[in-house]
């Protein structure tokens, strides 16, 4: 059908294939030429000149008017019918290149950051994603067409139906990054060819559509950004959707102005779909997108105000743990978001009891009313309680990892020198499990990252009341680290021994510049109104 199709039209043109040829030749010959004559600008520009060229054509009517500049008569004989059909041609071949290049550096790519933080849901999320689009696909074709097919009208059905798979491409990119969505486009587009009966040109067009939406998306950032990429998608839709029309030398000024207008209503309503629907994706699947982590680091949110003012030390620490676990996860290539969340609500458990925490206590110490085990049962249930309220206050479940495996399997080691030095036998007090934490050990790298600034951030705080020395301050890096790593915390973290070194550097590097030598400020010499400077001593000239 398709070929009797393209035939027909074909056969409609006033002029032969030979004469086609013919003139074809003759006018890339000269638009590369002329080209190629000033400074010798890219081909790729020939193709841009060629379809403006063409859209000219197609709104002009098909007899140049006598005032019109002269060409040759070769070209003015072709153009009614061959220059449109040259221009949408090159168009649609630069549309190829851009979508089998994209395809192969996204999949080239390593896995992106949200991939990662959304391991556990990603085949749920990709699964539905494709039944979805196949199905809101599918069920309205009929209703469009009439025939479930796309033969009749391809290019502005195509426009149409191309709406849920671009959105599903747009939710993809968001949530799993753009090498899972780029094969999902291609899915989708391979699986709407063969369910809709329709010509290959059909899963071309959604397949290179929702390419070109997955790069669109993953260039901006925010709820602004989403329609500047909808706005980006639309114009791609709108040129594309322009192409083929005048490939196939079909249509008349109407059809051009209808197929503009479909595009950009096409980018716009699957950008805003994908708004629509990411809240509810991300409940769903327990999913993070990167606004739902920018809205996690208002320090306004509900359970950051209760932990500042029941709790404002661990607050405090919370914050500088923070900024040192921002500037580690830049420096390994890490989501810095992510960390820095993760840093706001590690402890949040603590508000629970400040008073049982040095950083909050004012007074006195109430531990030296307790015994060490019952200090170490304390420490322990800070965890068990920070988790219960992430839950309650509906923290993803990533954050909520971060509460324990930053302690991992710890030895709270001041409680257990303690009991072993109350201890009358030593020998029978049994093993140091009643004073580690429950665990686990960090599972991931931020979560790594947060253990590792921890440690660092407490152990700088000590450090301060003395001289903190760059050495010291190094080497102060260098015990903390050593000893995380012989206690075997990191065993089941993905960190490298490269990165590791990368984070130590980079902790070192921010502790110096925080707690550099101040010089000591003498007092001011400025006189109050109606005194005088006191003289200089040592004989020296008054210093008015």
Known sequence: MLSDTVSSRRSSRPMSDMKIRTMAKGLLQTGLSELKRKNRIPILLSSIVLFVGGIVWAFLPPILSPSSPPVSTALHQAAPATLPFLSGACLITLMTFFSIYSLAENLQNPPGAFEKINRKPSRHIFFSLIAATLLLTILPAPWINGTGSMINDPEENATLLSIPALTACILATLLLGKRVATILSVIIGVSLTVLLRSPSWTGFFIMVSGIFSTNAASLFKGRIGFIKSGLLTGVFLAIFSLSVHLFWNSGNRFDFIQSIISGLSAGLISTLAAIFFLPLMEKVFGALSDMALTELLDVNHPLLREFYLKAPGSYQHSMSLAYLSEAAAISIAENPKLARISAYFHDVGKME????????????????????????????????????????????????????????????????????????????????????????????KITAIIMLADAVEAAGRVLQRSSPTPSRIQGMIEDVFSDIIRDGQLDESPLTLEEIAVIKSTFTQILVSIYHHRIPYPKSLSPRSGERLPARKEGVLDAR
């Open 353 to 444: 009891r400040p008073q049982y925490f040095i950083e909050n206590q004012a007074a006195y110490n109430r531990h030296e009313l307790l015994t060490p085990r019952m200090s170490a049962l304390i420490l322990i249930d800070h965890v068990r309680r920070g988790m219960d309220i992430g839950h309650r206050y509906r923290l993803p479940q990533i954050v909520i990892d971060a509460i324990p495996e930053h302690h991992g399997t710890r030895l709270m080691q001041f409680f257990y020198r303690k009991a072993f030095d109350q201890e009358s036998e030593p020998h029978k007090m049994g093993p140091d499990s009643d004073f580690r934490y429950p665990g686990p050990k960090p599972h991931s």
